[in-house]
């Protein structure tokens, strides 16, 4: 099938750290008709993006002069929350560097016309994301505070609740992020962004309780 007579080809921008990796996808990118590589070192503004894809290291830090583009996240790992708080972001697709340039090509294509895409291996990760895996808004206040490194003790004084109530908090938290102890369930809240909405007041959500 000759892509170009049925769509507009899309134009991909790789920003990806990993100089095997960039390279790896670019040079199969280049051999797809429907595919077009702009060059994101070229000087001045950049041109036409309909896809960004970049790793997992820069979803904190997208370009602003990206906005406008779909963007799919090229990552070594991903765990069931770090793929959901990805796409609470923007992010359009999220795929294993481990995955195959067959999927790479097929999430280029499926977030250019507007659809979220997993590579298959991550597929099954997320299945049980929605419902009881989302952290509740209590959940979320322990996590931040652990996040900052305070005790159980500590944590029940700041949030006015029990250290057993904490313990049990905690565990659960454990159990969503799929973490082995306290202070992983930290270090993925950290690398994933999700303490940095902390600076709310913690007043005003315990008025709700």
Known sequence: ??????????????????????????????????????????????????????DGSAVRELP?????????????????????CAFQRGINGVMLSSSGTEELVAGIRSVARGRTFLCQALAFQVANVAGNNVLTTREDDVLQLLAQGLCNKSIGRQLDIATETVKFHVKSIMVKLDASSRTEAASIAISNGMTEHFALSLQKRKSTY
Do not use: F, T
């Open 1 to 54: 099938m000759n892509w170009n007579e049925v769509k507009p080809p899309i134009y991909v921008c790789v920003q990806v750290r990993e100089p095997l990796l960039h390279a790896g996808a670019c040079a199969a990118l280049q051999r797809e008709p429907d595919i077009v590589l702009v060059d994101y070192r070229a000087e001045g503004p950049p041109g036409k993006v309909d896809v960004l894809v970049i």
């Open 64 to 84: 602003e002069s990206y906005a406008a583009s779909r963007v799919l996240v090229i990552a070594a790992s991903a765990r069931r929350h770090a793929i959901q």
